[in-house]
Each structure stands twice: as structure tokens, then as C-alpha cells.
């Protein structure tokens, strides 16, 4: 399965969003909070849940030990989110002065998300945060960039707003350039949408990339998600249009993610009748697969 990493260029709904989608997927999936800015799923929707001495932080000092001991340390950090513990979170820092002590730690957790995603078919969804970006690059503490670096796709996440895009405008560019040098490939950006005034066609064009998906303006729910409490009626079913709408994205987005990794094992030929079999196969193929 596919490692999605969401950021913002300001705070637009990154979390709800990784939070919805953790929750509306059809496999097991696993939401990672690494926002350096501090993670904020344990004083919301986990407040009710005892999450004392587990999370990411305490799980960075298990790296300090061997890569062997972390691996075996992470599943005791992780909190179901469901009773069957089909969804599961490890909640983030609860300090932000921490995020200078968890670089040492990012690689190694980007190895372990990866592997959960590749062999324990986990959707892994990272919460990125923020992106800090400094002369052009991922800045080094304010940024969880090798997890970044590593995903199979990153999703800039906006609103549809003309002050979202005004921001994560300039965004593109040096990200695109930081994923062609560290990551898989520029093509690795993609857009995820919260609905507001522009469609996503707009801001596909104003931004130039493509918009992977599209969560609608629901804030009974991404309240809930964000503050936890008391679910609002209807909640998971089809009246919690963001639930019901991050459903089909995880389906989108595990499309988008395999097309890329047929197109990287199968590069497009030259021949353009070839390219065009090629281009009828792998939408067959990610077809079947959603
Ligand atoms: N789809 C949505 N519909 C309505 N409100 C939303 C939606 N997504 C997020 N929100 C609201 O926007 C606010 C910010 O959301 P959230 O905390 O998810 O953003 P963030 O990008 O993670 O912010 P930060 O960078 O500060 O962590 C919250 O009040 C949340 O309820
Ligand atoms: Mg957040």
C-alpha cells in the first residue's frame, strides 16, 4: 500500500484531513503524527484515551538504542483509533521544542512506515504539518523532511480559497525541486482539496499541479475530528460528508500512487502507439485495484 505525506503551507485542515482519511479507508491504515509544530490529535479526538508515555517522542528515544529496538518498540506507540484496531494513530510531540531531537529519528521511521505499508498492507498517511521551507530547501528541524522525501506521494493540502493559494503557491516550486533531488520524483506532488470557492479544475490551473482528490467543507465533523467530544449525529455514515468523501480519496489516492510505482518499473517508451497501450493498461490497472 501507499505512504501519503500531507502538508500545508498554513494550517488548512492538514490533521482533520489525515484523520479522515486514516478513518474512511478501506484497509488498515495507520495515521503518523510528525508535525514539528507539535501534534494535536492527543488533546483532541484521542483526549478521552490514556495515551501517557506513548507516541512519538517516547519512540525516538527507542531509536537512540538500535534500529532493531525501534522497530520492535513501534507498534507498543501506536493507539487504536476503532475497537477492532484496524485504524491506528501514534500520536506526535507534545512540545514542539522536541522537533530538533527527532531528526536522527526521521529516516528510520520513514523505513518503518514503509515497511508496514509494503508488507503489512497498512495505508500509512503522514501528518507533515506546516512546510518550513529555508533558501529553497526543506528546512533541516522545522520540517520532517526525510519523511517527506520518502513518500509515495505528497499532498499539498489547501483550501479553495484565494488566501490558501495565494500561500501554497510558493510552495510548489522548491518542493517539486526537493523531491526530484532527495524523493521519488517531482511527480510526487499532488494536490489535496478542501472545497471552498474554487472548483479543482481552477486550482489545478493556479497552482499547476493536479488535484489528487477533493474533501468537502464539513465542519460538524472536522470539528469532532480536530476537538474530539461527542461525535456529531451521523457520524460515519453518509451524513458525514467528509468521512464519506475520504473514503473514495484513499481509493484515488492508492490509484495515483500505483500508476506512479507501474510507470517508474515500466518507463514510458518512446514509441507513441506503445505509450498509448501502456497508458490503457495501467488505468485497467488501477481500476481493478480501487
Ligand atoms: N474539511 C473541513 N471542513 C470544515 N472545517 C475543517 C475541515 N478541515 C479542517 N477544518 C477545520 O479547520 C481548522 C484547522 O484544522 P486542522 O487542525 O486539521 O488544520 P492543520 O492544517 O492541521 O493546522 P496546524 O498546521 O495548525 O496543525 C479546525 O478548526 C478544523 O476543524
Ligand atoms: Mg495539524
Redesign the pocket.
Known sequence: MTVTALV?AK???????ALALTLASRRTSLLAEC?P?GG?VRAGLLSSTPTRGVGLYHLAEAERTSPEVFAQAVPSHLVSLDEAGHRKVLPGMTDPTQAAALTRTWPALSQVLHILAADAEYDVYIDA??LAVDAGRLHPTLSCAPLIYGADLVLL?VRGTEQSLALARHLIRPLRAELDAHGSGADALAVLL?EGGYRAHQVSEALEVPVLAA?????AT??YL?EGGTPPRGYGGRRSP?LHRARSATEQIEAAAQRRRLRRHWPRPDHPQMAGVLDRLTAQATEGGG
Do not use: E, H, K, N
Open positions: 500545508s494550517s488548512c485542515g492538514v490533521t482533520a484531513s508535525d509544530a494535536t504539518g506546516r493540502t478542501i474533501l468537502p467543507w464539513d465542519p472536522a470539528g480536530t467528509l
